[in-house]
Structure formats: structure tokens, C-alpha cells
């Protein structure tokens, strides 16, 4: 009789045990993790929809572009560089218009920016592993941005393009323009060898 409890005990307990510690570790897994707040800077962010002006602490800002602006699905260190390049781009028009209505709009504009509502959707139950990657990169890279002779760079950046030298204009510009940007594009590509990246660093310059 003793044998037959043990036996039940051994064949219906280790299987609960089992399944209990393989939920409290997807609990874990699935956790979200925080920003770092290392500034309390805000964007005022302009939604193209809506009209609003929504102020947006740097770091959620850039989160919600790297988010917008490159896929989930990419290396890490893609992620990184992308937020070093997406918060250069905004502190650069953080000066610039310092002393207008707002800072950026939210669409390609500017930078793509989502917020949490726009990736819960996006994402669905894979939102809390695809944001904690996201974060990762930008608490990797906190404050970290780019600059030139003690400026913060105009940090622009593409998706898909091929590798020349270009020279970016203002819209309403001609050949009197008091000024020109630089850039150079390098591209690589994914592990998979499918996708090209590049990451386009700019200067402004006199002319």
C-alpha cells in the first residue's frame, strides 16, 4: 500500500512541480523591464492624426522610434545604433526649434514615433518581449548621442538605399543656400544575409 502512495505521489507530483516551475520562469521571462531615466528632457511630439502636441519624456521618445523606425527583429546592436542615431536626430531639433510649437511630428516627417498604444496593437502578446528588447537597446545606449566639433550632429538615417555620397537640401532651397549636409551611407547586412542596413551620419556645413 505504501509502495502504491509513493509511487502516485512520485508519478503526479514531479509533473506538478514541473509545470509550476516552468510558469513562475515564463512569468519571468515575460516581466517587463524599465527605462532608465537619466534626464527629464521632454519632447513636445506633434500626432499627425490627432493634431496633439503630447510632451514625451527623451528616453520614452526614443524608445517609440527605434520601435517605429527599424524592425523588432534585428540584431541588438542594429537597435543601438538606431537609438544613438534617433536621439541625436531629436536633440539636434530639440535646439533648433526650441522656439517653436513643438519639436517633432510623429510620421517620417521627422521620425516614426509609436507609443504604447500603437505597439500593444502592433505587437499584440508579443508586446511585452518585443518592448523589452526595444528597451534594451535604449538603456544600453542612455544619453549616448552623436556630435562634431562640440555639436550635436544632424543624425539622419534610411531604411533602403544604395551607397553614394548625397547632397540634402532644404524643400524651398536653390542654389544660394547658405548651407548643405554631408552624409555618408554604409550599409551591411543581417545574419540571414536578407536585409541591408544603413545608417547615415550627417554634418551640416557651409557652404
Same mark, same amino acid.
Given at each position: ?5 509513493l ?64 524592425p523588432?527583429?534585428? @540584431? ?6 538606431? /537609438?544613438v542615431? !534617433? *536621439?541625436?536626430? #531629436?536633440?539636434?531639433?530639440?535646439? &533648433?526649434?526650441k ?5 517633432v ?43 562634431y566639433?562640440? @555639436? ?6 534610411? /531604411?533602403v538605399? !544604395? *551607397?553614394?555620397? #548625397?547632397?540634402?537640401?532644404?524643400? &524651398? ?35
Amino acid at each position: 500500500m505504501k509502495k502504491i502512495f509513493l509511487y502516485t505521489v512520485v508519478v503526479v507530483g514531479i509533473p506538478f512541480f514541473v509545470v509550476l516551475f516552468w510558469k513562475n520562469e515564463s512569468e519571468i521571462k515575460l516581466k517587463e523591464i524599465h527605462l532608465n531615466y537619466l534626464s527629464n528632457v521632454m519632447v513636445r511630439v506633434k500626432r499627425e492624426k490627432t493634431g496633439d502636441i503630447q510632451n514625451v519624456l527623451l528616453e520614452e521618445y526614443v524608445m517609440g522610434v527605434v520601435a517605429g523606425e527599424m524592425p523588432v527583429s534585428f @540584431e541588438i546592436e542594429a537597435l543601438k545604433a538606431q /537609438s544613438v542615431a !534617433s *536621439r541625436s536626430y #531629436v536633440i539636434r531639433r530639440l535646439i &533648433n526649434n526650441k522656439d517653436q510649437e513643438y519639436d517633432v511630428v510623429d510620421t517620417v516627417s521627422n521620425q516614426v514615433y509609436l507609443d504604447e498604444d500603437d505597439l500593444k496593437n502592433k505587437w499584440g502578446d508579443k508586446y511585452i518581449e518585443y518592448i523589452n528588447k526595444i528597451k534594451t537597446s535604449v538603456n544600453d545606449t542612455s544619453m549616448e548621442y552623436l556630435e562634431y566639433d562640440g @555639436e550635436v550632429i544632424d543624425a539622419l538615417f534610411a /531604411s533602403v538605399l !544604395s *551607397r553614394f555620397r #548625397v547632397t540634402f537640401l532644404p524643400s &524651398n532651397s536653390n542654389s544660394s543656400s547658405s548651407w548643405r549636409s554631408l552624409v555618408r551611407l554604409i550599409g551591411f547586412k543581417t545574419n540571414d544575409g536578407s536585409k541591408s542596413i544603413f545608417i547615415i551620419y550627417g554634418l551640416t556645413v557651409p557652404r
